[in-house]
């Protein structure tokens, strides 16, 4: 009987999820998944001064969620095509009948506008979160000094966020996208700012004695947590967003640090030493005691928990190498993902299939289903710790 | 344009997603204040107010006074050959009442943010010494620096070795 039912949801669910896509078709597109698990789609043209600009875009975008291959109109199920003008995109994907499956249109400059579109088209062949419209930011020493910078997540359309010559490190973009929090040196110890991307207004929000930092924003933004040390040692803290309501989680002699939020805001991981050598802890987000989470590493620091809440990411220590490795929360199995230089800090992409991280000192995005992976940063010195929108 | 459709789906969906979201924050909301409060110890002694204006990298603070106390790989010991140092700032505190300031360093390798962690650990172990010998909390602050300013810039052992370590600035 309960299978029965289960079957039936799953029926539904499935019927659910392909209903927007039927539903725009006067008859069903045939969407032909090739045997590598893509969609075949053709680029068709965009009309328009800056569509073919658009289009370029559009295509590196499909091409780097992994869903997607490529094939001229013909071979193909579906092709993407639109016209711009006036500062607005009008996009459109059709069918082989020529049916519209999406119609939509975008503003805003020709970046922003492709990455929606795209992400559009991700989201509606697909069901699942997209990452073409995400940012990211992280810290680079072009100028000499570690600044602060933002970026679309293919590491395009690049920002200095700070001009401090001083030392600015461990990013976190809130979830929308809308604010960073991180840890600067400004007043000569580490404290954790915020900076409100749109009025570009910084505050400095934990300035216990001692050192502030770690900051990770909460799935819903209320909150950040964080590691702070004035009672004498570093513990992992809570605080609202902007600073106030301070709760101490941890209670340790260790050095408590990097929490990741579960996705509904309620657990924290995070990476602690107090049984020796950095492991990885799980809490409530609401306090108790941290309980160890097996991995068979003996270095394990810089968690973070995909947005689907199934895999942890994470830093080990092997012969002396650091690399990363994704622990599997149901399972509990770990493997290594990364090989040769020195990979650090990495962190999921929306569609908890893309990482990010940090190897010889640029950029790379590694596709989880295909292993595919691309360097997206170049020419800003050293980069570190990357941080994501969800 | 989006079919009529796809947003009533788009909707439908939202619905049930609001409904969970609501669930959850009714429930947690319960319990999100029930715990640690923040002025809970562990038999540590808390750090005092910082003194506004006043930091390590300050025009106004000698670094040069004490020498750095250095420490193991990953290792927030104060090693018995490192305590004659640590006994030479115990005794000047006891006779003065400048600020002390420890900032604490890690070598490069390993993880940006576990090594901030690291680098306050090690400040906060020479402070736990010094406090020990008689000095007063009230006069001593801690930060950390992690693998930021290296004192060596080799990538050995050797400069690895002179980077793990404890610097303290004393108020001129």
């Known amino acids: 009987m309960l299978r029965k039912f289960s079957f039936l949801a799953a ?36 009309g328009g001064p800056d569509g073919a600009a658009i289009a370029k875009i559009v295509q590196s975008d499909l091409a780097l969620s992994g869903f997607f291959s490529f094939a001229n109109a013909n071979g193909a199920s579906m092709v993407v095509s639109g016209g711009s003008s006036g500062g607005s995109l009008q996009g459109k994907v059709t069918g082989h009948s020529g049916d519209n499956i999406l119609l939509h249109s975008y503003e805003g400059d020709a970046r922003a506008k492709a990455h929606a579109f795209a992400n559009d088209i991700i989201e509606t062949l697909t069901g699942v979160k997209g990452m073409a419209g995400s940012k990211i930011a992280f810290i680079a020493t072009r100028t000499g000094h570690k600044e602060l910078y933002t970026a679309d997540y293919d590491g395009s359309n690049v920002r200095q966020m700070t001009q401090d010559a001083n030392i600015s490190v461990a990013p976190s973009l809130s ?9 600067s040196y400004l007043k000569g110890y580490a404290d954790i700012y915020t900076i409100d991307l749109a009025s570009g207004a910084r505050n400095r929000i934990v300035k216990f004695p001692g050192t502030n930092s770690g900051a990770a924003y909460s799935p819903d933004g209320s909150r950040i947590a964080c590691t702070v040390s004035r009672d004498g040692n570093p ?33 924290i991981i995070y990476s602690s030493d ?8 799980r809490i409530s987000a609401s306090g108790g005691s941290g309980r160890r989470i097996p991995t068979g590493h003996n270095y394990c620091t810089k ?24 622990l599997d929360l149901d399972g509990g199995g770990v493997r290594v993902v990364t090989g040769g230089d020195e990979a650090r800090d990495p962190v999921w992409g929306p569609d908890s299939r893309h990482l990010l991280f940090t190897q010889g000192g640029s950029l790379m995005l590694l596709d989880m289903q295909t292993s595919r992976k691309a360097s997206i940063l170049s020419g800003l010195g ?6 994501w929108t969800r | 344009m989006k079919t009529s459709l796809q947003l009533v789906t788009r909707a439908a969906l939202c619905g049930v997603l609001v409904l969970s979201l609501d669930a959850c924050s009714l429930f947690h909301k319960k319990k999100q204040y029930t715990g640690v409060s923040d002025s809970d110890m562990v038999g540590g002694t808390p750090l005092p107010e910082r003194q ?29 050959g490192e305590t004659g140092k640590l006994n030479e700032v115990a005794s000047y505190l006891k006779h003065s009442d400048k600020q002390l300031i420890i900032a604490g360093f890690t070598d ?65």
Request: hydrophobic content about 35%; overall charge negative; aromatic content about 8%.
């Open chain 1, 11 to 46: 029926g539904c669910l499935a019927a659910f999820l392909l209903t927007p896509l039927l539903s725009h078709a006067a008859s069903t597109p045939t969407i032909t998944i090739s045997a590598n698990g893509t969609i075949t789609i053709a680029i068709g043209s965009i």
């Open chain 1, 235 to 267: 513990e992992l803290y809570v605080v609202d967003a902007s600073g106030g309501s301070a709760r101490r989680l941890t209670h340790t002699p260790g050095v408590e640090s990097s929490p990741t939020w579960s996705p509904d805001g309620g657990e």
């Open chain 1, 303 to 326: 968690p973070n928990w995909s947005p689907d809440g199934k895999k942890v990411a994470f830093n080990i220590r092997e012969g002396g190498s650091f690399q990363v490795a994704i």
């Open chain 1, 274 to 281: 107090d049984g020796g050598s950095p492991q990885l802890y």
């Open chain 2, 52 to 80: 506004e204006g006043l930091s390590f990298m300050g025009a106004d603070v000698d670094r040069s006074r004490f020498s750095p106390v250095h420490f193991g790989f990953d290792s927030v010991t104060v090693e018995a």
């Open chain 2, 108 to 172: 490069e390798r390993g993880t940006a943010e576990y090594n901030r962690g690291l680098g306050e650990r090690r400040a906060q172990a020479v402070r736990s010494y010094l406090l020990e010998k008689g000095a007063s909390s009230e006069h001593i602050q801690t930060t950390s620096f992690g693998a930021e300013m290296p004192a060596a810039s080799g990538h050995d052992e050797a400069a690895w070795a002179k980077n793990r370590r404890a610097e303290f600035g004393v108020t001129k």
């Open chain 1, 175 to 183: 979830p929308d996208g809308r604010h960073i929090a991180y840890t």
């Open chain 1, 382 to 387: 050293s980069v570190s710790e990357p941080t």
